[in-house]
């Protein structure tokens, strides 16, 4: 299979747009987490220290999800120099490793999003108590 400089530059707009939405995601629990730290000092309620448990969990998946796409990146464009400098082999290697990068980020973004889910059925629980 032939690999161009062109084939890794594809992949440059996908990352990007996950690593903002990672990025968004993270902003958004921060948010979140500040929220409920000022309710739970309030109150120390379970309901809240059940979510602020699971948005410690996301909040490091996050990070690993970030940290895979940063390396998905780098490795795109170190694969990238290599076709440059007719590395080939180099270049195949790096673009591989690139995929494999971003398919583990995306597949720890999966997981983060089931975790979600759960959080929301806490809070599903808590307003069905009442």
Known sequence: MEISATTPALLFPAI????????NRFLAMSNRIRALHDEYRKGKDDSIRKQIENLRIRIHMIRKMQGFGVLSMLSCIFAMISIFQNWMGVGQVLFGASLLFLIISLGISFMEIRISVHALEI???DMEKD
């Open 123 to 125: 809070l599903l629980e």
């Open 16 to 23: 990007s747009l996950f690593m903002l939405a990672f990025t």
